[in-house]
T-cell receptor, first 110, second 111 residues
Framework: GENVEQHPSTLSVQEGDSAVIKCTYS??????FPWYKQELGKRPQLIID?????GEKKDQRIAVTLNKTAKHFSLHITETQPEDSAVYFC?????????FGTGTSLTVIP | DTAVSQTPKYLVTQMGNDKSIKCEQN?????MYWYKQDSKKFLKIMFS???????INETVPNRFSPKSPDKAHLNLHINSLELGDSAVYFC??????????FGPGTRLLVL
């Protein structure tokens, strides 16, 4: 089955700096890669996703890159703000099968 | 008009009891899931149902059993609760191959 690894497990950045979270996957058949943000006590919510036929996608301060050959994808947050503090999960999916990474706890220091 | 709803939101119970968590989605999605999130925040998939058929069972204890009366509902029954079952349980739904929409979670505490 699929194995998704996520790094780092914790990340602290100063407000205004950039944050990068990286994930690798093992199954080359995975074709959908969403990122979720989970605030304390809340449910995970989709923030951005990318499909295997696209190398990069951007939505305001958030971007995701995908390298299919190396089987890794990354989340980039620019100009971080305190409200970006949360746990972020990557996932790899094919069909109905979703595999989540272990999460990254991001703290943005004002 | 909540998309994915779960009840109850909180559940406190004694070891050995049997309990159920209900989940409903009004998005018309074909697939529903149950996840367990422990204190370390790991999201572990437990079950998924597609058109009322179990398609993933991640070797969870057989004390846990999903029940899907129809496409919009996936309930989770837990027998003989143990201390280690304490966690947050999330229900989710998705159209095939698309993103998942999570419910608000059920916080289970076993005493």
């Amino acid at each position: 089955g699929e194995n998704v690894e996520q790094h780092p497990s914790t990340l602290s950045v100063q407000e205004g700096d950039s944050a990068v979270i990286k994930c690798t996957y093992s199954d080359s058949a995975s074709n959908y890669f969403p990122w979720y943000k989970q605030e304390l006590g809340k449910r995970p919510q989709l923030i951005i996703d990318i499909r295997s036929n696209v190398g990069e996608k951007k939505d305001q301060r958030i971007a995701v890159t995908l390298n299919k050959t190396a089987k890794h994808f990354s989340l980039h947050i620019t100009e971080t703000q305190p409200e970006d503090s949360a746990v972020y999960f990557c996932a790899a999916s094919k069909g109905n099968q979703f595999y989540f990474g272990t999460g990254t706890s991001l703290t943005v220091i004002p | 008009d909540t998309a994915v709803s779960q009840t109850p939101k909180y559940l406190v119970t004694q070891m050995g009891n049997d309990k159920s968590i209900k989940c409903e989605q009004n998005l018309g999605h074909d697939t529903m899931y149950w996840y367990k999130q422990d204190s370390k925040k790991f999201l572990k998939i437990m079950f998924s149902y597609n058109n009322k058929e179990l398609i993933i069972n991640e070797t969870v204890p057989n004390r846990f059993s999903p029940k899907s009366p129809d496409k919009a509902h996936l309930n989770l029954h837990i027998n003989s609760l143990e201390l280690g079952d304490s966690a947050v349980y999330f229900c989710a739904s998705s159209p095939r191959g698309e993103t998942q929409y999570f419910g608000p979670g059920t916080r289970l505490l076993v005493l």
